[in-house]
Nanobody, 121 residues
C-alpha cells in the first residue's frame, strides 16, 4: 500500500557531505509532509528534519540546523547533509505523513528500511 525507499547513505570523513533520497510510492494519499529521522545504536529514534506537503516550510532539529537542508521535487524528498561529524552516524529513515504531524517532530506510521550513514574522524 505504501512503499518508502531511502538511499544515498555511505561512509564519509568528518566535514564531508552526503545527499539522501526518499522515494514514496502509494495510491493511498497524494498530499503529505515528509520527515527524516535517525537512530544511532543504543539510542531512540530522533527527529532530524521535515518539510510540509507543499514544500514551502522546512523544520530542523537544533543539532543539524545550518548544516542539513531538506527539499522535495516531484515524488522525491532529499536531505542534503553538509559538514558531517561523527555524531551524525546513524541509520536515517524517511517518514511520509499525510496527517502532517511530522512537521512538529512526531513520527508517523510509514517507514522505509533506512540508509546507513557513517562519519569517521
Amino acid at each position: 500500500q505504501v512503499q518508502v525507499i531511502e538511499s544515498g547513505g555511505g561512509l564519509v570523513q568528518a566535514g564531508g557531505s552526503l545527499r539522501l533520497s526518499c522515494e514514496v510510492s502509494t495510491s493511498a494519499f497524494s498530499a503529505y509532509s515528509v520527515g527524516w529521522f535517525r537512530q544511532a545504536p543504543g539510542k531512540e529514534r530522533e527527529f532530524v528534519a521535515a518539510i510540509n506537503w507543499r514544500g514551502q516550510t522546512q523544520f530542523y532539529a537544533d543539532s543539524v540546523r545550518g548544516r542539513f537542508t531538506i527539499s522535495r521535487k516531484g515524488s522525491a524528498t532529499y536531505l542534503q547533509m553538509n559538514r558531517l561529524n561523527p555524531a551524525d552516524t546513524a541509520v536515517y529513515y524517511c517518514n511520509p505523513d499525510p496527517k502532517g504531524a511530522v512537521v512538529a517532530g512526531k513520527p508517523g506510521e510509514y517507514w522505509g528500511q533506512g540508509t546507513q550513514v557513517t562519519v569517521s574522524s
